[in-house]
């Protein structure tokens, strides 16, 4: 076999074995109880290709020094019959490396992150089905169902959920009528009611009567009558008397939904139209209209809940904390999240706390379950799309100057307000504090420039830019100086017996600790550089300094090949 | 001539690469907390001073294959090996003796102003420390339940401690110590790599001088076995586990456990002397005895392969 051959095959034979036994690896240790059963293979795959990119570099070198070692040859043959595979396949396996390493930390991350999502999730789902708490139990289930719908733990629940969101219902009508009673408001709307009827304004009439009677019931009476008489007085109006009860009822849903349009409260709106549109009129005209302007205006306003909880199930990470300097001067502004989620476009974060502070340390303390980033701006209003009524709102605190958070008075909160960050700036951030190695390269190395900028320690994205930017040695490096010692210690020219198996394993573990040495010693170098520059500069530095700890080991590694009495004396062709 | 010559040069090359690469891993480790490169340049001589027996015993015991290789002739690649391994060892006592520099302070660690500390489940954010004052400090558990953001415009700020009293919680602004990462053996634990001759070990040049030689010795002494394996890699292998061995050998003869027993074990046959004499004495016997019986083993493999 040619040299070239031998090795190409040795670092193949080396690298996909390696595979093998980390995918083995990630088999015999997974468990049910920490990934689920929809996420075994992603989290195999991953778990199987970073053990690889950990270990390959070793194991080529061994691979390398024992196919060279048994060659026989002159030397000059030799290196130049492996040097170009060894060098083809070192590009291979670092492209691989860089390009694939983020992809895998970032697959394995969210799998764990998925799965622990799950297992807990589950747990306060039951709670909450025994506690008979529906609204988190449908919360809780929604996020499970986006996650694995399969999975037969839900079974069993989900029929306990039916049975409640029944008695749910009934609990929630009676709720409804109860925190719908004002009378003052009642009051100033029948006050209204009976201006817009002396004006001539009958829609307005109908709907300011109709509210009046909804919000105080010792008004019902009253109200329902000056509401029929607008309404008749309405159908003169426009000519259509001969309406039966059905279209009346649709006629008078529509005034409602085109009142709530009108005061720009779009989820109202959106609800009443949603809910026509769907009970089959969704035909008319002015229907279509103004389910399209409502939703217009709450997506200017609000963000529907289920887009952050399927957005947890593709892309999230955990913990954002950042502090950045605002626009003026001794202006800063803290954001803190318990979790981000990610979707192209927009970014999704869960217990949302922003603190603006302003240049006389006074400020604004605004809270929220979720809130949305898109478009340049932070949404804080957040509703269920299934059911339109239950909207998340942000509270807002006022804070004095010189004053801490318990001090802060209630004050009115913006339902969105200008970000500068967009949600690509957001995931390099929170992927630059939690789980750096899931950043690509470019990313990690803008990021690293602005980190500091937004209160984001730079040491642990650089300890990882370090190792990646070690990557292209280490693939080279232990490529080309597993051959020239291979070439180095070859079995002498006249020895016919084969090298001994006995010895191969001996072999191999010395030159693993030989290369867990030096891999030790690289990682003190990098670290060390990283520690004196924290940015870019040390990315440089270390490159240097890697750059002449290989040539000095091409040095030790190349030694005395060409005295070798038992290779030199009679050259032969190599084989 | 010419090759021994050459053999001799790369050897010393070899000597001074590896004296190189250790003595920057130890700088690199030792200069962790307060890097710079004027702390490095001091760490580079100190270290270089410490880890010169360790680069020796790698260079004398790997020489016996290299040089094997390079040169016919065993007992002539022991002798090369050895004088040369005296010269170094020469060299190195005396440089021990004469330029180790002291232990440079290591400043304490200063506490984070303007930036994010992590504190187990938690995490503390300070603007700017003034005196005995934190401006703008935030802080929040990520454990406790939301809202969980605790701010301040200003908090109470002990710089002897660094510790900062905020929401009835005190945090700590000094980072945590960086990981620790000295030269250890991989797979063997977090202990640190046993490196031998001891400079606290002795105050007599003589008797140092004498400790090292009797090492070069031991190191050369065990790896010769490995020369008769004719495949040179394993023979590499096998005289890099010799090192090993005679570096661990050379750590457990310098605790005070192997003297004491030494010391009484020669008493009882007689002999009263320093145990660093006796620890020297045993080292050059067993180096001396193991060359010996490698040597011979390695003519007989040689016989065999030629018959």
């Known amino acids: ?575 | 001539m010419r090759v021994w010559l050459v053999s001799a040069a790369k050897f010393i090359a070899e000597f001074l690469i590896l004296l190189a690469i250790f003595a920057a891993a130890g700088a690199f480790a030792s200069n962790l907390d307060a890097p710079g490169p004027l702390p490095l340049a001091l760490g580079l001589e100190r270290e270089a001073l410490v880890f010169w027996p360790l680069a020796l015993a790698l260079v004398t015991g790997l020489g016996m294959v290299t040089w094997r290789i390079a040169q016919r002739g065993r007992f002539r690649v022991l002798l090369s090996v050895c004088f040369l391994g005296f010269g170094l060892a020469a060299l190195g006592t005396a440089a021990r003796f004469n330029l180790l520099p002291p232990d440079l302070p290591v400043p304490p660690p200063l506490p984070a102003a303007g930036s994010t500390l992590s504190q187990g489940e938690g995490l503390v954010s300070v603007r700017a420390l003034e005196g005995s004052q934190a401006r703008r400090v935030a802080a929040l558990d990520w454990r406790a339940p939301f809202p969980r953001l605790v701010w301040a415009p200003r908090a109470a700020f002990d710089p002897g401690k660094g510790g900062l009293s905020l929401g009835g919680a005190t945090w700590s602004l000094v980072p945590a110590p960086p990981p620790r990462l000295g030269l250890t053996l991989p797979f063997l634990g977090e202990e640190p790599l046993p490196l031998p001759l001891d400079p606290s070990d002795s105050d007599s040049f003589v008797l140092s001088l004498a400790l090292a030689c009797a090492f070069v010795l031991l190191c050369a002494g065990l790896s010769v076995p490995s020369v008769a394996i004719r495949w040179p890699l394993a023979a590499f292998a096998l005289s890099l586990l010799a090192i090993l061995l005679a570096v661990l050998a050379e750590a457990w003869l310098g605790t005070e456990a192997a003297k004491t027993l030494l010391v009484r074990d020669s008493a009882a046959l007689g002999l009263t002397l320093d145990p660093l004499w006796l620890v020297a004495a045993l080292e050059a016997a067993v180096g001396i005895l193991v060359a010996a019986l490698g040597l011979l083993l390695s003519r007989r493999s040689a016989e065999e392969a030629g018959a």
Request: charged share 25%.
């Open chain 1, 1 to 575: 076999m040619k040299p070239g051959s031998r090795v190409v095959l040795a670092l193949l034979a080396c690298n996909v074995s390696l595979f093998a036994f980390f995918f083995a690896l990630a088999l015999f240790g997974y468990s049910a109880t920490d990934i689920i059963p929809r996420l075994a293979l992603r989290w195999e795959l991953a778990e199987a290709g970073l053990g690889f990119l950990a270990w390959y570099a070793p194991l080529q070198f061994i691979a390398a020094i024992l196919a060279v070692s048994t060659l026989k040859g002159e030397v000059e043959g030799i290196v130049a019959g492996t040097a170009v595979p060894a060098i083809a396949i070192s590009a291979l396996v670092a492209a691989a490396a860089l390009v694939g390493g983020p992809l895998l930390a970032r697959e394995k991350q969210a799998c764990e992150i998925l799965s622990g999502r799950f297992t807990t999730s589950l747990e306060g789902f039951r709670r909450a089905v025994a506690a008979g708490d529906f609204a988190e139990a449908k919360v809780l289930h929604s996020l499970l169902t986006a996650i694995d719908p399969k999975d037969p733990r839900l079974v069993e629940p989900e029929k306990r959920l039916s049975a409640l969101s029944i008695k749910d219902s009934r609990a929630k009508a009676e709720r409804d009528v109860e925190a719908a009673r004002d009378p003052a408001g009642a009051k100033a709307a029948w006050r209204r009611a009976n201006e817009f009827f002396a004006k001539g304004d009958w829609y307005n009439a109908h709907w300011q009567a109709t509210l009046a009677g909804r919000l105080d019931p010792a008004l019902l009476v009253e109200s329902t009558r000056l509401a029929g008489k607008a309404w008749e007085a309405m159908m003169d109006a426009t000519g259509d008397t001969d309406l039966d009860l059905a279209g009346k009822a649709f006629f008078a849903r529509k005034l409602e939904g085109y009142g709530l349009l009108r005061s720009e409260d779009f989820i109202g709106a959106f609800r009443i139209f949603d809910e026509l549109a769907k009970s089959g009129h969704d035909k008319d005209a002015e229907v279509r209209r103004y389910l399209k302007e409502s939703l217009a205006g709450v997506e200017r306003t609000t963000f529907w809940r289920d887009e952050a909880i399927d957005a947890s199930t593709e892309a999230s990470l955990p913990r954002l904390f950042l502090r950045f300097s605002g626009d003026k001067p001794g202006t800063e502004t803290i954001l803190a999240a318990r979790e981000c989620a990610f979707t192209s476009g927009a970014a999704y974060l869960a217990d949302l706390e922003y603190l603006e502070v302003r240049a006389d340390d006074s400020a604004r303390l605004l809270r929220a379950r979720w809130a949305k980033v898109a478009t340049g701006r932070l949404f804080l209003i957040s509703a269920d799309r299934e059911d339109p009524g239950s909207v998340e709102r942000p509270e807002a605190l006022e804070i004095p100057a010189g004053a801490g958070i318990d001090r802060g008075r209630t004050a009115k909160a913006p339902a969105s307000l200008d970000f500068r960050l967009s949600a690509g700036d957001l995931w390099n951030l929170a992927a630059a504090a939690t789980v750096p190695a899931s950043l690509p390269a470019f990313d990690a190395l803008t990021t690293l420039a602005r980190a500091r900028d937004y209160g984001i320690p730079p040491v642990p994205l650089l300890d990882d830019l370090q190792r990646r930017s070690g990557v292209p040695f280490e693939a080279f490096g232990s490529t080309m100086l597993g051959v020239l010692v291979g070439l180095r210690f070859r079995r002498p020219k006249d020895d016919r017996r084969g090298p001994s198996l006995l010895a191969l394993p001996f072999v191999a573990l010395l030159t693993l600790l030989a290369f867990q040495g030096i891999a030790r010693l690289d990682l003190l170098a990098a670290t060390w550089c990283s520690r004196l520059f924290a940015d870019t500069r040390a990315l440089a530095l270390s490159a240097g300094l890697r750059a002449l700890f290989i040539a000095a080991l091409i040095v030790l590694a190349v030694g005395a090949t060409r005295a070798d009495p038992d290779h030199a004396a009679s050259p032969t062709r190599a084989e």
